[in-house]
C-alpha cells in the first residue's frame, strides 16, 4: 500500500507566510491578462467583466497589505486574517464568475445596464462621431471561448482555486506549520 496510500493534500512549509503576496502577484498578472486580451486581443469587456476585475483589485491590495502588515510587524495573525480574507474574496470572485457565464449560457438574465450591441456597423460609428454615447459589449455574449469556456467560466474556476489556497493557507498559518 506505501506508494498508493491516501495522503492529503500538503501546502509547501513556505506557504502559508508567503500566500498574501503570492495572491497579490498572481491577481496583477490576471489584471495583465485581462487588458493585453483587450488590447492586443480587441476584447472589449462588459460590465460584469469590469466588476470581476475589481475582485482581483481588491485581492491584490489586501495580499500586499496583508503580506507587509504581517511580515513587517511579525504578526503571525495578520498574515492568517490576509489569507482569510483572501479566500472570501475569491470566493465572492468566483460567485460572481459563475454568474457571468450563466448570463452567457443564458440560464439566467443579466443585469439590465448590460444589454449593449456586441458589433458595430457604419451607422454605429457615425452616430459615435457625431457624439452619441458608446454601448458596452452584451454581457450575454462571451467574447472568446476556450476548451467549451469562456473567460468568465474559466474566472469562476481559477478563483475558486485561489479561495481554497487562501483557505488552506490561513489553516496552515493557525496551526502553527511555519513560524515567521
Sequence with gaps: MGALAYRP??????LPTTWPLLAAVI????????????????????ELCLKQRTVYWAA?????AGYALG???KRPVLLSAASLLLGL???????????????????WPGPTSC???????AQA??????GARVARPSCDVAAWRGLGLSM?????IASLILAAVSFKAMGGRRRGLEPV
Excluded: Q
Excluded at 116 to 121: K, L, N, T, W
Design 9 to 14: 493534500c500538503m501546502l509547501p512549509r513556505w
Design 27 to 46: 491577481s496583477l498578472l490576471a489584471l495583465a491578462g485581462a487588458h493585453a486580451a483587450e488590447t492586443f486581443g480587441h476584447l472589449a469587456p462588459c
Design 60 to 64: 491584490a491590495a489586501v495580499g500586499l
Design 71 to 73: 511580515r513587517g510587524l
Design 89 to 107: 474574496i475569491f470566493l465572492f470572485g468566483t460567485g460572481l464568475a459563475a454568474y457571468h457565464a450563466g448570463v452567457e449560457w443564458k440560464f
Design 115 to 121: 444589454t449593449g450591441s456586441a458589433s458595430v456597423d
Design 125 to 130: 460609428l457615425g452616430d459615435l462621431l457625431s
Design 152 to 156: 468568465a467560466g474559466w474566472n469562476a
